[in-house]
């Protein structure tokens, strides 16, 4: 079993910064992709960002510029640094992973969201 255990959502002006948080824990030989989603009210979630475990990152258009992933590989967590944010950008945020199990096999887990609120 795998555990992802998000952090760091909250209220925030509009410009203001957040930053998330997501630890994976459990039967983790190792991660290849970990990522964020959102998903505002009343729309279908999207990709957020991710990064690879080579450190190859990908974005939305929405949020180039704006956010910046990371991660640290030692501590199987992924980082999602939000500045400038829009009421846009309101949505729960969900953290994703891509990863080999103890048993060689291949999943996808999810984390339960945090929610952010960008409002004045």
């Known amino acids: 079993q795998v555990q992802l255990v998000e952090s760091g959502g909250g209220l925030v002006q509009p410009g203001g910064s957040l930053r998330l948080s997501c630890a994976a824990s459990?039967?983790?030989?190792?991660?290849?992709?970990m990522g964020w989603y959102r998903q505002p009210p009343g729309k279908q979630r999207e990709l957020v960002a991710q990064?690879?475990?080579?450190?190859?990152?990908n974005y939305a258009d929405s949020v180039k510029g704006r956010f910046t992933i990371s991660r640290d590989n030692a501590k199987n967590t992924v980082y999602l640094q939000m500045n400038n944010l829009k009421p846009e950008d309101t949505a729960v945020y969900y953290c994703?992973?891509?990863?080999?199990?103890?048993?060689?096999?291949?999943?996808?887990?999810w984390g339960q969201g945090t929610q952010v609120t960008v409002s004045s």
């Open positions: 994703n992973a891509d990863l080999t199990a103890w048993d060689r096999k291949y999943y996808q887990y």
């Open positions: 459990g039967s983790i030989f190792s991660i290849n992709v």
């Open positions: 990064i690879a475990s080579g450190s190859s990152t």
